[in-house]
């Protein structure tokens, strides 16, 4: 098992909820406001804010509150560590035809 289990469980619980992935899915495009992040949601606000813990828990969102005004954004890097297990999931099959198309690539680069 990887190192990095424990904070790669807690990103798939995280996403494993419809409404966290579109939360998720809309911060991948910029920052935004609480209150702009609930509006397409059919929920109460403190709702929407269990929502947003269960993302900062899982290290995939930070928040900023100015005033009254919270702020949130996705963490850079934040799905590195489901890009990582992913990758490794991945068969030698399918490694090996990567590194063929590369290394066809390299010789005849006008058809890439």
Request: aromatic share 8%; net charge positive.
């Given at each position: 098992m990887p190192k990095y289990h424990d904070e790669l469980d807690a990103v798939l619980r995280a996403l494993a909820d419809p409404t966290r992935r579109a939360v998720v899915e809309r911060l991948a495009k910029s920052p935004a406001v609480v209150?702009?992040?609930?509006?397409?949601?059919?929920?109460?606000?403190?709702s929407l804010m269990q929502h947003l813990r269960v993302l900062e828990d899982a290290g995939l969102v930070t928040s900023q509150k100015h005033?009254?005004?919270r702020t949130v954004s996705l963490r850079p890097g934040a799905l590195d560590v489901l890009h990582l297990w992913l990758d490794e999931q991945r068969t030698p099959a399918e490694r090996?035809?990567?590194?063929?198309?590369?290394?066809?690539?390299?010789?005849n680069p006008k058809e890439t």
């Open positions: 209150s702009e992040l609930a509006a397409p949601f059919s929920m109460a606000l403190p005033g009254r005004v090996q035809a990567d590194r063929l198309g590369i290394h066809l690539a390299r010789f």
